[in-house]
Nanobody, 122 residues
Framework: QVQLAESGGDLVQPGGSLRLSCAAS????????MGWYRQAPGKQRELVAF???????NYVDSVKGRFTISRDSAKNVVYLQMNSLEPEDTAVYYC????????????????WGQGTQVTVSS
């Protein structure tokens, strides 16, 4: 069984910083792309950033220059460093990962974490 677990969400003042972490565990053969999504109240879930197995990254325009995604492939962990946070960044942040598990050899499946709440408010 493959699981993703996020951590690091918190209440922070505008202009502050947070670092989110997401650890993948279980019978994992390989992890391809890993990403972070967010969903604010009353809005659709949106892609925030993703990172490929080769280290290539992409960001939604609203976070460029403020957020940085990285990964530790040896530990199966993806991070999201969030700086200069704005109230508009308030949302539940979810990580996902494109994983090949030993249980399903050769088959890529997308797994999701349970989410972590980020609230930006004074």
């Amino acid at each position: 069984q493959v699981q993703l677990a996020e951590s690091g969400g918190d209440l922070v003042q505008p202009g502050g910083s947070l670092r989110l972490s997401c650890a993948a565990s279980g019978s994992i053969y390989t992890i391809n792309t890993m990403g972070w999504y967010r969903q604010a109240p009353g809005k659709q879930r949106e892609l925030v950033a993703f990172i490929t197995s080769g280290g290539g990254t992409n960001y939604v325009d609203s976070v460029k220059g403020r957020f940085t995604i990285s990964r530790d492939s040896a530990k199966n962990v993806v991070y999201l460093q969030m700086n200069s946070l704005e109230p508009e960044d308030t949302a539940v942040y979810y990580c996902n990962a494109d994983i090949v598990a030993y249980r399903f050899p050769g088959i890529r499946k997308v797994y999701w974490g349970q989410g972590t709440q980020v609230t930006v408010s004074s």
